[in-house]
Nanobody, 114 residues
């Protein structure tokens, strides 16, 4: 099991930006696909962005063009730059390995509200 600790969430106004970080308890260099998920209030958790070991990224339509995922394998950290935030982006954000059963972290709360 690899444990992740998410940080960087907070309260932001619509149109604002946040940068989330996800620190792993061990090396992520051999983990092919890492992802950021969000869980809006009352809804299921869903994948919003993913990135391969060599940096190929993919995004959910709802965040495409506004969010950017990146990873620093040397620092065992994955990032999510969130720009042009909307109220519907309000959710708890988690990072995890994609397509593999792994323990979930506590997540970080993002609230977009005026």
């Amino acid at each position: 099991q690899v444990h992740f600790v998410e940080s960087g969430g907070g309260l932001v106004q619509p149109g604002g930006s946040l940068r989330l970080s996800c620190a792993a308890s061990g090396s992520i260099v051999s983990i092919f696909l890492m992802g950021w998920y969000h869980q809006p209030p009352g809804k299921q958790r869903e994948l919003v962005a993913s990135i391969t070991t060599d940096g190929f990224a993919n995004y959910a339509n709802s965040v495409k063009g506004r969010f950017t995922i990146s990873r620093d394998n040397a620092k065992n950290t994955v990032y999510l730059q969130m720009d042009s935030l909307k109220p519907e982006d309000t959710a708890v954000y988690y990072c995890n390995i994609v397509n593999r059963i792994n323990v979930w972290g506590q997540g970080t709360q993002v609230t977009v509200s005026s």
